[in-house]
């Protein structure tokens, strides 16, 4: 099944646009009259008819919708600085994606090698990903700010940060609650590859972070992003 992604939902009418539309209409030469599976990036997906195309778009008529939203209640924030190799780094956005990640926060931190990212390659990573996994719902994106500017806006009710600064720290799986609520957010903060300074680790720890370890092994940034939330998942039985 081929997925759409179309944002532009009202009521029983859908608009596709952009590189989507020129995907079905140009690419694959979908006309009037021909069916297509939309998701809109919430959990809704669609079966809708092309009704109408011009130069930009195509006009569609729902025919049938189901709502597949994510197979946990809470919502899980993944806040990293990002890989220097932009190759990991993209890699991990996939698989994000993959294992259903709500939200995506980039931040730069004392010892971030890499101060620059092209947000919009990475959600174009993620779409696709979303698409070859039949996943529903696309991650919330935070802007690329300084780790002391980010920090401070935090309010999820579960905070951690994972860091490598003491040998005698609780593992994440132990930190987790064992309960949450709908819609609860957990956060799990990852530093650059050469760690969180000290300083830092301070400052997350006075924002109502809580310091965790990922077990004995050093793992690379992308590696220790996909073990966390993967870990957070399994402690609460997704």
């Not at 040998?167 to 799990?188: N, Q, W, Y």
């Amino acid at each position: 099944m081929q997925l759409f992604y179309c944002p532009n939902i009202q009521g029983q009418q859908a608009i596709l646009e952009e590189d989507e539309f020129r995907h079905a209409c140009k690419t694959l030469r979908k006309k009037e009259g021909d069916q297509l599976h939309l998701f809109d990036g919430r959990g809704h997906y669609y079966l809708a008819q092309i009704a109408k195309t011009s130069k930009r778009e195509a006009r569609l008529d729902i025919l049938d919708q189901e709502e597949r939203p994510l197979p946990w209640s809470f919502s899980l924030h993944l806040a990293l600085a990002p890989t220097k190799n932009m190759d990991r780094m993209e890699w991990l956005v996939e698989k994000a994606v993959e294992v259903g990640v709500n939200k995506i926060s980039l931040f730069l931190s004392q010892q971030s090698e890499r101060k620059k990212v092209r947000l919009d390659r990475l959600q174009r990573i993620a779409l696709s990903a979303a698409k070859q996994s039949h996943k529903w719902v696309l991650p919330e994106w935070g802007e690329l700010q300084k780790l002391t500017d980010f920090l401070p806006q935090q309010t999820a009710p579960h905070r951690f940060i994972a860091h490598c600064h003491s040998s005698d720290l609780p593992l994440l799986k132990a930190a987790c609650p064992k309960t949450i609520g709908p819609k609860e957010e957990i956060l799990i903060l990852l530093g650059p590859e050469g760690d969180f300074s000290w300083p830092e680790v301070e400052m997350a720890e006075a924002a109502g972070f809580r310091s965790v370890s990922l077990g004995h092994s050093r793992l690379r940034t992308e590696t220790a992003a996909l073990y966390a939330c993967q870990g957070i998942q399994w402690e609460l039985g997704q």
